[in-house]
């Protein structure tokens, strides 16, 4: 008979995130669900918490499939940058304005990569800031500035 082993890493963040669905689908069921059609305060938050359980469940079947898998580097450039890039975004759109808001956050998530050259984060994050104007003011009539009170032509 074989033993069953788990990776300790995989099984206890899959614990938790069940964990922590199953406390939040709980605490939403208080709340007034409403039905696909007429969503009360309580049916997306119940949806969440059932994903999350799901994917918390899926983990923690996984990880008695996976035996010694070691940890990775914790990529700190990564959380470095990568975190504070819509922090940015939130302080600097209305002064800035949506368009250089943009470009400067994509900027600065993509030196989250090492391989990252500069004219090629230049390169992504000005198409990204075209592709989002266009979407969001022009393709869907957002109501916002693309250029702030700070750059003023």
Known sequence: M???????TNALCGGILTAVGLFFAW?????????AFRMGPGYFPLLLAGVLTLLGVVILVQSTRVQGEPMGAIAVRGMFLILPA?????????????????????LIACFASHRM?????????L???VFSVAVFSYGLKLPFERFGPWVRF
């Open 86 to 106: 819509p922090i940015f975004f939130g302080l600097t759109v209305r002064g800035l304005g949506f368009a250089p808001a943009i470009f400067f956050t994509a």
């Open 27 to 35: 605490q939403s069921l208080r709340l007034d669900l409403g039905t």
């Open 2 to 8: 074989k033993s069953i082993s788990f990776d300790t």
């Open 117 to 125: 050259k500069p004219h090629w984060a230049i390169a992504i994050s």
């Open 127 to 129: 198409v990204l800031a």
